[in-house]
């Protein structure tokens, strides 16, 4: 016999993982203006960044 086992809503949570909606933001907003910090750019299908290293 088989068995089909479902992990409702709170089990990711509940084991610490980083996964709510939120966190996810802040990882590839953090990924993406690390990204173009080494190397002046950063584009995607959502975000383009570009940075001017240049002071006056």
């Known amino acids: ?3 089909v086992v479902l992990i409702g809503n ?3 949570k509940a084991h610490k993982m ?3 909606y939120q966190e996810f933001i802040i990882h590839y907003l953090r990924n993406s203006m690390q990204f ?3 190397n002046q750019w950063y584009s995607d299908e959502n975000i383009e960044l570009t940075i001017n290293k240049t002071f006056y």
Do not use: L, Q, R, V
């Open 18 to 20: 980083e996964t709510s």
């Open 1 to 3: 016999m088989n068995k």
């Open 10 to 12: 709170g089990f990711d």
């Open 36 to 38: 173009a910090f080494e």
